[in-house]
């Protein structure tokens, strides 16, 4: 299993919730659009603390709902967030998963941390029962004005290549169809969201990338996060949708 590597504190649940956010729109239409209806099981993995949990039973409404994540602290939010669902402790590299066969497998953002995303799918769709669906949203890449955005977005795949994972695993799931949407934002609020993992990074020992870099990058998004203007970045997102 890869290395996530944007932590699971308060910080990152806030970074985790303004992404919610922004990607509610196109993943609620998605999951609208392809989910079963009156599934029975459904899994949501690389649940963190239950964002996404939260938007499958608003918009699915399984009679059993299970969130997987391999971190325990992010499990312990993601109970008091969904109450009637139940969440594991897993890896989800690892088959059967929890609560297998599945009626709905779903996975936002999640291929990008994991090794062999288009092996990994593969692998989630076996763990469907008869007439079920994978569901799955990555990152097949971003447009950003010239700056420090594009710059994050370097630093960001350089990192999380390092610990095992591939940024942009959209590309790599082309095999399995599916089509691509853009969710744009603000660049404040990309900015906004794209100092939480910089700090993260400049507080790291290991230091994964030079400190002088990673400090000069705080202070342009942070200039860039109080401003006002009508730049945007699009994140671009693979939606794929496999039926057993």
Do not use: K
Request: aromatic fraction near 6%.
């Amino acid at each position: 299993m890869a290395r996530y590597t944007f932590g699971d504190d308060d910080d990152a649940i806030e970074r985790m919730a303004l992404v919610a956010s922004a990607y509610e729109p196109a993943s609620a239409a998605f999951l609208a659009a392809h989910a079963p209806r009156r599934a029975g099981v459904a899994l949501d993995l690389g649940c963190g603390p239950g964002l996404s949990t939260a938007l499958v039973d608003r918009v699915c409404g399984p009679q059993v709902l299970i969130g997987v994540d391999s971190s325990p602290a992010h499990v312990d939010v993601a109970r008091a967030r969904v109450a009637r669902a139940r969440f594991v402790t897993h890896d989800v590299t690892t088959s059967p998963l929890p609560g297998a066969p599945a009626d709905l497998v779903y996975a936002r953002l999640v291929l990008a941390h994991l090794p062999d995303p288009l092996g990994t799918a593969r692998r989630w769709a076996g763990d469907l029962g008869a007439g079920g669906s994978l569901l799955v949203e990555d990152l097949e890449g971003i447009e950003a004005p010239p700056g420090p955005l594009r710059d994050y977005d370097e630093i960001s795949a350089a990192i999380v290549r390092a610990g095992g994972g591939l940024m942009f695993a959209g590309a790599a799931l082309a095999p399995l169809g599916g089509r691509c949407v853009a969710v744009t934002v603000p660049a404040a609020l990309a900015a906004r969201i794209y100092l939480f993992n910089v700090g993260r990074w400049i507080a790291d020992p290991t230091r994964p990338a030079p400190v002088d870099r990673l400090t000069a990058l705080r202070h342009a998004l942070g200039a860039l996060a109080e401003g006002d203007g009508s730049a945007t970045v699009s994140w671009i997102v693979r939606q794929v949708a496999v039926t057993a």
